[in-house]
């Protein structure tokens, strides 16, 4: 069975840090593109981000582009998303999910859930001012 598991959630002031991780099995990880998404309450859920585990490339929403920093390890089938200078404005629930795809482009950013076939079940980060 897929599974997405989401961890280092939690409550962290205005520019602080944190440090989330995606750890994946049941699937060959090195075929799937994985991206993250948020959801504020109230809100869409958006994606942010982006890494091909294949071909290491990255890609970042306007909105966290040089604050977080997605990276993959695919000895240990875990993705990574260092998050820095958070604001308010960031907390949310943050998933993780793995592509269809190698890439995280392919006719265009793959940026919509649609192209996410599998999901974990999210971890909240709370950024109080």
């Known amino acids: 069975e897929v599974q997405l598991v989401e961890s280092g959630g939690g409550l962290v002031q205005a520019g602080g840090s944190l440090r989330l991780a995606c750890a994946a099995s049941?699937?060959?990880?090195?075929?799937?593109?994985i991206g993250w998404f948020r959801q504020a309450p109230g809100k869409e859920r958006d994606w942010f981000s982006c890494?091909?585990?294949?071909?290491?490339?990255?890609y970042y929403a306007d909105s966290v582009k040089g604050r977080f920093t997605i990276f993959s390890d695919n000895a240990k089938k875990t993705v990574y998303l260092q998050m820095n200078n958070l604001k308010p404005e960031d907390t949310a629930i943050y998933y993780c999910?793995?592509?269809?795809?190698?890439?995280?482009?392919?006719?265009?950013?793959?940026?919509?859930?649609?192209?996410?076939?599998?999901w974990g079940q999210g971890t909240q980060v709370t950024v109080s001012s």
């Open positions: 999910a793995a592509a269809g795809e190698y890439y995280c482009s392919g006719y265009g950013l793959m940026n919509g859930m649609r192209e996410y076939p599998y």
């Open positions: 049941g699937f060959t990880f090195d075929d799937h593109a």
């Open positions: 890494v091909s585990s294949s071909y290491r490339n990255t």
